[in-house]
Structures are given as structure tokens and as C-alpha cells.
């Protein structure tokens, strides 16, 4: 296997985004591109993301491929990328050699780990709710909710999209409608953890558009799209007494 990337900005970012949620994955490449899908150790949220083979200049692979890796390893390694370099990642015996071409040449090898668990695999669902929106709104949505209180509420409507969260004093609550935003809903509400949703909003770096897809006390899934780049996210829903 050997693969480079004129750009590797997009898989530093991608990596340093979901190492905040796991430590370790398998790292998946095969003649589609390069993919991930973990759950982090909680059970609570699924991350997905794949880049595809023909985003990378070189992409020679004679069979199948699954890295164990460390995330916080591979994420500090790829923060050495320097802006306009290039990057390749070849495997050897049992570790990942990365190589980086800029104004210093730089060559890192990263162990491969054994990762226990089964394969995961992202789950298709049909949606009641989808809400497509920029991500700097959902930022700031995310950011307004988590100041009074730890979950938040998705309310959506044929015409109108709600977030508020309510805590023990405090309440702070967001309206858009479908002048605004792009909705496609019959009436969902699910409450989720914005614990979780603060690190998802951290996709805004790659990706300018968020979509948001939930139905009743259901988990829902976030995506970020970039080109054919996909980050998305799948969270549990909080199901409790109010706050």
C-alpha cells in the first residue's frame, strides 16, 4: 500500500476532530479510499468519515487494508504537515511509515496496534426530520445552548426548526424557518447530550453546511460534507427528566 496526499490538510483536520471522541480505530483502506467508523468508549456516539481514492494524487493498493492506530499519535504526527506539502503513507511490516515532502522532508513511522471489537458498520435510518443549515449557525446554536445547561432540545416542524435548552434558572432557545434554512420534516423532537454535540460542531472546520437528521427520542446523525469527503456523526439520545 501506498498512498499520498497533495493536500493532507483535510485528514489532519478529520483526525484531530474525532480524537477528542476515541483513541483508537481501525483505519480502512480499500479500493473506494480511506475510511473510519469507531464508537466511542461510552456507546454513545459513532463516528464515520471516508476520503475517497481518487482525492489522492497516488493510491497503489494490492489488497484490503486495516490499521489499528492511536489516534493521539497519528493526530500529533500529522500536525508536523506543513502548509502546501505533500503527504504519503506506506505500510511496512507492522507499522505506518508517513512520509511528508515541504521545505524539510520528513519520514515518521507509527506502530500498528491490535484493536479488539467487531467491525463497525454506520447504520442507515430514515429520518423524520432533516435540517440542513451553515455550520457556523449550528456553532453558534450549540455554543448558546451549552451556557445554561447540558443537553438541548431539537424541536422540528414542517416549517420551522427549534434548539433551546433549559437549566435550573437559565434558558436559551433558537428559531429558524424554512425561509432561512433548507427543511424537510414532519414534527420530531429529541433531546441530546451537549457534551457531545460541542465536539461534533468542531466538523464546522472541514465543511461550511451541516446537516442535522433526528425523529423522536431517536439517535440522530450529523454530517458534514466536503466534496466527496464525508465526516458524520451519530449521537444517542438523552432520555431523562428535565433539567
Known amino acids: ?15 484531530s476532530i474525532i480524537s477528542d471522541l476515541v483513541t483508537e480505530v481501525k483505519l480502512r483502506v480499500n479500493k473506494d479510499g480511506l475510511s473510519v467508523t469507531a464508537i466511542d468508549p461510552a ?7 471516508k476520503i475517497p481514492a481518487d482525492l489522492f494524487s497516488e493510491f497503489q493498493l494490492d489488497k484490503d487494508e486495516v490499521l489499528g492506530l492511536n489516534l493521539e499519535h497519528l493526530r500529533n504526527i500529522l500536525r508536523r504537515c506543513e502548509a502546501g506539502g505533500s503527504l504519503t503513507l506506506k505500510v511496512e511490516e507492522s507499522s505506518l511509515k508517513i512520509g511528508m515532502q515541504g521545505k524539510i522532508k520528513r519520514d515518521f513511522t ?14 442507515t435510518w430514515e429520518f423524520k426530520s432533516v435540517v440542513k443549515m451553515d455550520s457556523a449557525s449550528f456553532v453558534e446554536v450549540i455554543e448558546d445552548c451549552s451556557v445554561v445547561a447540558d ?7 414542517p416549517t420551522k426548526f427549534i434548539a433551546e435548552a433549559r ?3 437559565n434558558s436559551a432557545r433558537a428559531e429558524f424557518t424554512s425561509d432561512e434554512i433548507e427543511i424537510y420534516s414532519d414534527n420530531s423532537t429529541a433531546r441530546f447530550s451537549l457534551e457531545y454535540l460541542s465536539k461534533f460542531t468542531k466538523g464546522a472546520k472541514i465543511s461550511a453546511r451541516t446537516t442535522i437528521s433526528f425523529s423522536d427520542n431517536h439517535p440522530m446523525r450529523i454530517d458534514f460534507p466536503t466534496g466527496n469527503v464525508m465526516l458524520s456523526f451519530v449521537l444517542a439520545p438523552r432520555i431523562e427528566q428535565d433539567d
Not at 1 to 12: A, E, G, R, V
Open 1 to 15: 500500500m501506498q498512498l499520498k496526499l497533495d493536500n493532507p490538510k483535510i485528514l489532519s483536520d478529520i483526525v
Open 151 to 157: 443537553a438541548c432540545t431539537f424541536i422540528a416542524e
Open 43 to 49: 456507546n454513545v456516539a459513532m463516528i464515520y468519515f
Open 167 to 169: 437549566g435550573s434558572l
Open 110 to 123: 507509527l506502530a500498528l496496534i491490535d484493536i479488539e471489537g467487531d467491525d463497525k458498520e454506520m447504520p
